[in-house]
């Protein structure tokens, strides 16, 4: 612990370990702000003008308050106690959950509609629900994370890596593989192998580079990879400006007809929110600085809320990494610095034109390392015995994936499944109508299979009756196997799932001894190194 000198008259705003800090952090969001935006062009068709004229000086907006306010919880604390080496903790958009907004809300309802605007109203009504179960959330998370098994929360988090994150960014990878590929593997060398690159430079920014260098010299000798061109890079300063964040009540408000699908993900995704970000404020105690959980999880849900309502469908978060950024000297400046940075990039227009020297395929092995990292986090932090669980929650997801590539091409043919017929589809082994009720609602079935799972492995059968009771319930209202909430959407699922709560129930009354799970042989399992 390191005492500021006496007779000084507060903490130091800045210090010389803030520059290797805010150039680490500051990379560190500056590709996350180019995947977003490279999601919102290239993924969801939005229109530029929505893009560099609304969505990021929102986003931008968002984010400067929350550095700048991490800032002063770190000056805080700092003049609390007299010490010198407290680090702000860092924040910026929630990365699992850009993903996550994307190609569960954002995509799918501007497929089903046609309109990316009607996709970015549904993820504006999305974070709005989660600003406020973050705001609320201080007092129940630590009773919902105590009663739901850690195989569920991220089991199902995982399903959504699997196949949701990770598989578009792989198959275009395999696409322009001559970018792809190397960019990964500088990637997978680096933040699994644990090889540094020269000077520190970070990971993320060295296969960018990788990425640029290939794209622009194929363009120069006239192969063309990775679409790089002049007159795209010209076009790019059209986007340059000044655009504020405005108000977006009326894009809000319009988007709560899509209530019914968005709750299904914003309530247990809330909760893993609460969760995450309660587990990097122990981080930062652990490290040293002790900040208020409460004050912390309702910045995130306000400045999220100020985002929503200016037209950000991004959620706010508290990074993992604290530790780090305080050992390579961080302290209060890199993050108030990072914020105006921040603001400089978003409302400038600045971004337009760092994706027209990126390419696209450079950026994808990051999103494919985020996928794979959330998947591997699931076996990883849960018991080894919960490992068929886990792998029970990824089953509703690949049901919704597959469902969403079927739709999608049959939509470009010009039909769908229902006028093709479902006896037709069986014929050639699609079975349709299976993948529908079983991927409605992927997130909480995920996390209801695996709950039941990992206490039924844990031979705790009325824990495990309590899950598949709540099954029953959330499926008869549709917030399971249904793609609307409504009233007996599935009877026939919820009546299943309320037999087994009922099996389960006598299971758990009964004096009848059973064989005991170590009788079974499991399958040997490497850690992960």
């Known amino acids: 612990m390191t005492i500021a000198p006496a007779g000084t008259r507060g903490p130091r705003l800045w210090t010389p370990g803030d520059w290797n800090a805010f150039f680490g952090f500051g990379t560190n969001i500056l590709v996350n702000m180019l995947v977003l935006t490279g999601l919102l062009r290239f993924v969801l068709k939005m229109p530029d003008s929505l893009v560099f004229g609304r969505i990021l000086p929102a986003l931008g907006l968002m984010m400067c308050l929350s550095t700048l306010y991490y800032a002063f919880l770190a000056y805080r604390l700092a003049r609390q106690t007299g010490r010198a080496d407290v680090c702000a903790l860092p924040s910026g958009v929630s990365v699992p959950h850009m993903f996550i907004v994307t190609f569960v809300i954002m995509l799918p309802i501007t497929l089903k509609t046609g309109d990316p605007i009607k996709g970015w109203q549904a993820?504006?009504?999305?974070?709005?629900?989660?600003?406020?179960?973050?705001?609320?959330?201080?007092?129940?998370?630590?009773?919902?994370?105590?009663?739901?098994?850690?195989?569920?929360?991220?089991?199902?988090?995982?399903?959504?890596?699997?196949?949701?994150?990770?598989?578009?960014?792989?198959?275009?990878?395999?696409?322009?593989?001559?970018?792809?590929?190397?960019?990964?593997?500088?990637?997978?060398?680096?933040?699994?192998?644990?090889?540094?690159?020269?000077?520190?430079?970070?990971?993320?920014?060295?296969?960018?580079?990788?990425?640029?260098?290939?794209?622009?010299?194929?363009?120069?000798?006239?192969?063309?990879?990775?679409?790089?061109?002049?007159?795209?890079?010209?076009?790019s300063f059209a986007n340059f400006g000044f655009s504020v964040p405005l108000p977006a009540h009326n894009?809000?408000?319009?988007?709560?007809?899509?209530?019914?699908?968005?709750?299904?993900?914003?309530?247990?995704?809330?909760?893993?929110?609460?969760?995450?970000?309660?587990?990097?404020?122990?981080?930062?105690?652990?490290?040293?600085?002790?900040?208020?959980?409460?004050?912390?999880?309702?910045?995130?849900?306000?400045?999220?809320?100020?985002?929503?309502?200016?037209?950000?469908?991004?959620?706010?978060?508290?990074?993992?990494?604290?530790?780090?950024?305080?050992?390579?000297?961080?302290?209060?400046?890199?993050?108030?610095?990072?914020?105006?940075?921040?603001?400089?990039?978003?409302?400038?227009?600045?971004?337009?034109?760092?994706?027209?020297?990126?390419?696209?395929?450079?950026?994808?092995?990051?999103?494919?390392?985020?996928?794979?990292?959330?998947?591997?986090?699931?076996?990883?932090?849960?018991?080894?015995?919960?490992?068929?669980?886990?792998?029970?929650?990824?089953?509703?997801?690949?049901?919704?994936?597959?469902?969403?590539?079927?739709?999608?091409?049959?939509?470009?043919?010009?039909?769908?499944?229902?006028?093709?017929?479902?006896?037709?589809?069986?014929?050639?082994?699609?079975?349709?109508?299976?993948?529908?009720?079983?991927?409605?609602?992927?997130?909480?079935?995920?996390?209801?299979?695996?709950?039941v799972g990992a206490f039924i492995i844990d031979r705790r059968f009325l824990a495990a009756a309590a899950f598949a009771g709540a099954g029953a319930l959330l499926t008869f209202f549709g917030f399971m196997h249904g793609e609307t909430v409504g009233i007996a959407v599935t009877p026939a699922v919820s009546a299943a799932y309320a037999i087994v709560a009922i099996f389960l129930f006598a299971l758990s009354r009964t004096t009848i001894a059973m064989a005991h799970p170590a009788e079974v042989p499991h399958a040997a399992i490497a850690p992960a190194e």
């Open 251 to 451: 894009e809000l408000f319009s988007g709560f007809e899509f209530l019914g699908i968005i709750l299904v993900t914003a309530i247990p995704f809330g909760i893993y929110d609460l969760v995450e970000a309660m587990d990097n404020v122990e981080s930062a105690e652990a490290a040293g600085d002790a900040f208020p959980t409460n004050e912390v999880l309702t910045a995130d849900g306000v400045v999220s809320l100020i985002g929503c309502l200016m037209g950000n469908p991004f959620i706010n978060a508290v990074y993992i990494g604290h530790p780090g950024w305080k050992a390579m000297g961080g302290r209060i400046g890199y993050s108030a610095a990072t914020g105006v940075m921040i603001i400089v990039l978003s409302w400038f227009g600045i971004i337009a034109l760092l994706l027209s020297l990126v390419p696209v395929v450079a950026i994808s092995p990051i999103l494919l390392y985020i996928g794979m990292l959330i998947g591997a986090q699931a076996f990883q932090e849960t018991p080894r015995s919960h490992a068929p669980a886990v792998v029970l929650a990824l089953v509703p997801h690949l049901a919704a994936w597959c469902k969403t590539l079927m739709d999608g091409a049959l939509q470009a043919a010009g039909t769908n499944a229902h006028a093709v017929g479902f006896d037709k589809l069986g014929q050639v082994g699609v079975l349709y109508q299976g993948l529908e009720v079983l991927g409605g609602g992927a997130i909480l079935t995920g996390l209801v299979f695996a709950a």
């Open 123 to 235: 993820g504006l009504v999305w974070v709005f629900f989660q600003s406020f179960i973050l705001m609320i959330g201080g007092f129940i998370a630590p009773y919902i994370r105590r009663i739901t098994p850690r195989a569920a929360l991220l089991g199902t988090l995982a399903g959504v890596s699997v196949t949701f994150i990770s598989m578009r960014p792989a198959l275009e990878m395999y696409m322009t593989p001559i970018i792809g590929i190397p960019c990964f593997a500088i990637i997978l060398v680096a933040w699994f192998g644990g090889v540094r690159y020269p000077k520190g430079i970070p990971a993320g920014l060295v296969a960018i580079a990788a990425g640029m260098l290939i794209a622009w010299g194929s363009s120069i000798v006239g192969l063309g990879y990775g679409g790089m061109s002049i007159e795209k890079l010209a076009g």
